[in-house]
């Protein structure tokens, strides 16, 4: 007899599976889960593709991150790369490695917060395959996969000299986040705590949930791809190490505004994965959803500028450099 | 001054990325590596996509499997996959996630084995994409993406009663790789040491090369489809195991003659990891690189049979079953 919520070591594979595979939502794939890999539709004939992995330890605390809250971010971060593309998502594959007492109740709610990512995120979208194995260390690499619908994809190396910069989404919301997790639930001994939710105002909480289980612009990947965007590219690394990227790239230079990057600027250009859609237009009129943050000029001597003036801060999200060995 | 063989802690991820895409070889994607996402072609309008993992500890032991080992087999693995839907992989995703002090060698290592298993086993297909993490676990997931050049993917629930069933590659022979390994090269503690291939017999040497980097038929799963096979799989787990699979799927009883795999059965049943295709086909006419192992027939009351008697013994890799603590 097993446990009433038993560890996956007691279970096999395929019981596993079952009980996911029921909490996923309906395929959307011409051949789904259940084969040796699904075979998905791709009407243009292109497909986009990106993976990602989050690692417990770096990248999340048990202590801090639900379950579902984790399948909701695993979703959220890889559906951001494939809108930056301008690409509509259409299935995620997961590969999920988790310690032997890992109980099956995670695996359920990480399995009900992966459909709700897609749901809530890119409707259409489901979980078409995937892997199960043991690992030490708890570890979710999540590949999306999505259509262009008969568009070119938005690169990072497009924008041009007079482009205007607009961002979809948050700078620096995710980080003050973070902040509030480290700074505020953790014990004496610097482990994390449960989140204390009542103890938050509400801009608090939703920063702590721009960390926790972000909600990223996806479906102004495809939007701005239609508006004639230039160059797009997903924030996940801090606005100012990405257009950074975005600037070498295109071989140009990003002036961005400070007036338009709020109240703290330094977390708006350093803070990390808020996902945000960075593009940039050769016209004014955004589409609904950007907002203007700078401009693109010709080639400065440096990629980053702000309000004219060379930017070359190291700012955002290094995963080798922020390594914290502090579990939870 | 960084050192002759930095740790990738002593890098940046650009750093890593600069020193890996110079070993991937070339892209064959519409967009290759370095924006938010890959872009393919699927020519037919669909794509086949799966997922693997490969986890330090259950999955492999770094006193025996060098970087470009695993590289190898990471590729090898996911390809099998592809192949088994009768589709050709033209695509590798590899999400990587090492523990801080893993030393640039062999990130360069891993990824000339990617290659090395990508040119060797499915020309044309190439790493598109990827992720760098760390993580205290070594964890290497590979997603594999193929195309099926018009035809439909061959099922694991095809399987019709008088169909012979055909098996093209090894079965067993990667599981006597790993009992070699565990039986020669562990010290008197258990731990894995390094494999002396000196001292193993040509046999032998074939053995451990076939659970080391392994050499799944990739370019036959294709012609299986093309020569009307009605299912097919790849055989991960073990022959029994997968053929009772694909019995199950297919509502049929697959009967196995126990002289069609050779003098060791159970070790021919049960082995897992050699990636062979098993593959059922309406006719006795083979194509080439195929041998028949057995017959489908109608639902027996077991879905596996050998020499017409029941076999329900549990055989093959369950990688929570088999869980094993020691690490090396």
Redesign the interface.
Known sequence: MTAPDPT??E???GEILSRILGRIGPSGA??GP????????????????????L?H???FRLAWSGAADLGFKAAAVNL???A??G?RPT?L???L?MP?DTRLSFVEGFAQGLRAGCAELAPGCAV??????????L?I?V????V?DGRA?V???GARPGDVVAIAGDAGHAAEGLRILFERFRDATGTPIPVDRDALSERERDAVDAQLRPHPPIGLGPVAAIAGATA???VSDGLAMDARRMAT?SGVSIDLHAGALGPDLDRALTGGEDHALLACFPRADLPAGFRPIGAVRADAGAPLLVDGEPFDRRGGW????D?DEQRG
């Open positions: 996956v070591a279970l096999s594979e011409l051949i259940g084969d040796d890999a699904a075979v998905l539709s791709t009407p243009d004939g292109r497909v986009v593709a990106t993976v990602d992995t690692v330890g770096p990248d951001a790369d494939i930056a593309m690409a299935a594959l997961v590969a490695a032997e078409e395959g995937g892997d199960l194995t043991v690992s030490e260390t570890t690499a590949t999306a996969l999505g262009l994809p690169l990072r190396g797009m590219m997903d790239a290094d995963p080798y450099a390594w």
